[in-house]
């Protein structure tokens, strides 16, 4: 039967509780374990689709088309386990289920509580749609003494009620500072947050606890024996070099060991981690480095564009190199020149995906400059529609060629598909509210043979993911070509551009889709890949 892990957070957020989870997952899918890993987000929004990337870092888009938090897209690199729509949910979904349940009547007149109705729900989400899985580790979001997460708690606690001390575990993360004026670990914090959880009514079975470096006894022996667990039980995570260092830590910290014994479990022996020392064997021993410039519009970057940083760095490991990577704010590079100043000597340049017209030009600057020095160029998704449109802008007549992403336009280069016709037929795009507009989700895209696309796949379909609303208008495919574009991938019913590339140039892909999303550290992306590749000078 499917056993629990529960993972909390304590003390601060951010403590990498979704690393922490991923690495846990990842172990136990090397133990030859069934494993499904989920997150449950106290915030009140459906989905994260509509906050801010700089807020809360990356949307994070599953096959099955769910927009979902960043951290599933840790699960999946970590694990290669692909994620679902339902391993996410929210306050927010939680409480809007409850809700049209009560309109319908399904309560039959009772009161409705968050004990036990919203918990009910809870709990029905963290056994939903599973398939004998062993394991079903559920990471919950914020910290321990948020109020919106005490739902959350609520119903794990009556989980262990439930079904049991072998069949469920808590994980809990914390953090144990060092002050240096004291020359002392100090464990105050992590016993607060543990009364805190014993409060209600959660005594955690392992604590892992964060620290700068490797504590020493008296901190361990004193956690324990605050804490009420063995000194086993307590298990450090002392700062690492990559997120990827973590699954082997806590694997020599004897992690596994206190889950199984937790369970009643046999130990497992000879647990196979070539994969993670191989990929660490390879980045401890990095001895190349190229330069990317990332033109984007987030201030915070690196969380806006967790999955392409990852990607990025997963390529770099396969060749051997370091991918040291600028974040320009597109509105620094508006004018020409100092782009040209700025982005001339980088190895390549790449325009991420977006949303609307803040900053594009600085992003068409950019395009411009790797076209004219021939600096390899990759386009995702929004990357991939200014390119198209700085590609047409040069025709004559299309000097003002648009998006309708940025307002009303006589040259809809692209476009909603509701908003262009093709031999009368219209098509549609579904615009009922802004969560359910985009294009969702993994779809099949057709590459043309000879292309630069076919030679970097090696097949002539792929499947990708989206999250778009704005398509490359087909009633242009012409025009477009006539630019110098090659639409080399398109969707199998051949009205949707997928993938352009410029046969002027060494290197120069545009993607609709986000590629970043699939790459993890075993297998790195082959756009990806080929793109580093070509930034060591080494063109395909
Ligand atoms: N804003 C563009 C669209 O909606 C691109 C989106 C993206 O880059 N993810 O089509």
């Known amino acids: 039967m499917t056993k629990f892990i529960f993972i909390t957070g304590g003390v601060v957020s951010s403590l990498g509780k979704g690393i922490v989870s991923s690495s846990i997952a990842s172990l136990l899918t090397l133990c030859k374990y069934k494993v499904r890993v989920r997150k449950l987000d106290p915030y009140l929004n459906i989905d994260p689709g509509t906050m801010n990337p700089s807020q809360h870092g990356e949307v994070f888009v599953t096959d099955d088309g769910a927009e979902t938090d960043m951290d599933l897209g840790h699960y999946e690199r970590f694990t290669g386990i692909i994620s679902k729509k339902s391993d996410n949910i929210t306050s927010g979904k939680i409480f809007a289920e409850v809700l049209k349940k009560e309109r319908r009547g399904d309560y039959l007149g009772s009161t409705v509580q968050v004990i036990p109705h919203v918990t009910d729900e809870i709990k029905k989400f963290i056994k939903r749609d599973l398939n004998k899985e062993d394991f079903v580790i559920c990471e919950i979001g914020?910290?321990?003494?948020?109020?919106?997460?005490?739902?959350?708690?609520?119903?794990?606690?009556?989980?262990?009620?439930?079904?049991?001390?072998?069949?469920?575990?808590?994980?809990?993360?914390?953090?144990?500072?060092?002050?240096?004026?004291?020359?002392?670990?100090?464990?105050?914090?992590?016993?607060?947050?543990?009364?805190?959880?014993?409060?209600l009514g959660i005594q955690p079975d392992l604590l892992l606890c964060r620290a700068e470096r490797k504590f020493d006894k008296k901190a361990r022996s004193k956690i324990s024996l605050f804490c009420n667990l063995f000194l086993e039980s307590v298990i450090l995570i002392e700062n690492a070099s990559t997120i990827y260092e973590v699954p082997l830590k806590l694997f020599k910290q004897g992690i596994l060991k206190q889950i199984f014994s937790n369970f009643g479990l046999p130990t497992k022996k000879n647990v196979n981690l070539r994969l993670w020392e191989d990929f660490l064997d390879k980045f401890y021993k990095i001895k190349k480095s190229v330069k990317v410039a990332i033109v984007g519009k987030y201030t915070n970057l690196s969380e806006?564009?967790?999955?392409?940083?990852?990607?990025?760095?997963?390529?770099?490991?396969?060749?051997?190199?370091?991918?040291?990577?600028?974040?320009?704010?597109?509105?620094?590079?508006?004018?020409?020149?100092?782009?040209?100043?700025?982005?001339?000597?980088?190895?390549?340049?790449?325009?991420?995906?977006?949303?609307?017209?803040?900053?594009?030009?600085?992003?068409?600057?950019?395009i411009k400059i790797a076209k004219k020095f021939?600096?390899?160029?990759?386009?995702?998704?929004?990357?991939?529609?200014?390119?198209?449109?700085?590609?047409?802008?040069?025709?004559?007549?299309?000097?003002?060629?648009?998006?309708?992403?940025?307002?009303?336009?006589?040259?809809?280069?692209?476009?909603?598909?509701?908003?262009?016709?093709?031999?009368?037929?219209?098509?549609?795009?579904?615009?009922?509210?802004?969560?359910?507009?985009?294009?969702?989700?993994?779809?099949?895209?057709?590459?043309?043979?000879?292309?630069?696309?076919?030679?970097?796949?090696?097949?002539?379909?792929?499947?990708?993911?989206?999250?778009?609303?704005?398509?490359?208008?087909?009633?242009?495919?012409?025009?477009?070509?006539?630019?110098?574009?090659?639409?080399?991938?398109?969707?199998?019913?051949?009205?949707?551009?997928?993938?352009?590339?410029?046969?002027?140039?060494?290197?120069?892909?545009?993607?609709?889709?986000?590629?970043?999303?699939?790459?993890?550290?075993?297998?790195?992306?082959?756009?990806?890949?080929?793109?580093?590749?070509?930034?060591?000078?080494?063109?395909?």
């Open 374 to 540: 021939k600096i390899p160029f990759l386009g995702i998704c929004f990357g991939m529609q200014l390119a198209i449109l700085e590609s047409i802008s040069n025709l004559k007549g299309f000097k003002n060629a648009s998006s309708t992403e940025f307002g009303k336009t006589k040259l809809p280069i692209i476009s909603m598909m509701h908003e262009w016709k093709k031999n009368n037929q219209t098509f549609k795009h579904d615009t009922s509210n802004l969560g359910g507009s985009m294009r969702l989700g993994s779809y099949t895209s057709v590459l043309k043979r000879g292309s630069k696309v076919f030679s970097i796949y090696k097949k002539n379909k792929i499947n990708e993911r989206h999250r778009h609303r704005y398509e490359v208008n087909y009633n242009f495919k012409k025009e477009i070509e006539m630019s110098g574009v090659s639409l080399s991938g398109m969707s199998p019913d051949g009205n949707l551009v997928e993938i352009m590339e410029r046969n002027d140039h060494p290197w120069f892909i545009g993607v609709q889709f986000h590629p970043e999303l699939k790459s993890t550290p075993f297998k790195p992306h082959p756009i990806f890949n080929s793109y580093i590749k070509a930034l060591l000078k080494n063109y395909q």
């Open 142 to 199: 914020g910290t321990v003494g948020d109020i919106e997460s005490l739902p959350f708690l609520e119903a794990i606690r009556q989980l262990r009620n439930e079904l049991g001390k072998n069949k469920t575990l808590f994980v809990h993360l914390t953090l144990v500072p060092y002050l240096s004026s004291a020359n002392e670990f100090k464990t105050k914090p992590t016993q607060h947050s543990v009364k805190e959880l014993l409060g």
């Open 304 to 366: 806006s564009y967790k999955s392409l940083n990852e990607a990025l760095f997963h390529s770099g490991i396969f060749h051997n190199t370091k991918v040291e990577i600028d974040w320009i704010d597109s509105k620094d590079i508006g004018d020409i020149k100092k782009c040209e100043k700025l982005l001339k000597s980088f190895d390549g340049i790449l325009v991420p995906g977006g949303f609307g017209k803040d900053g594009t030009t600085g992003k068409l600057n950019a």
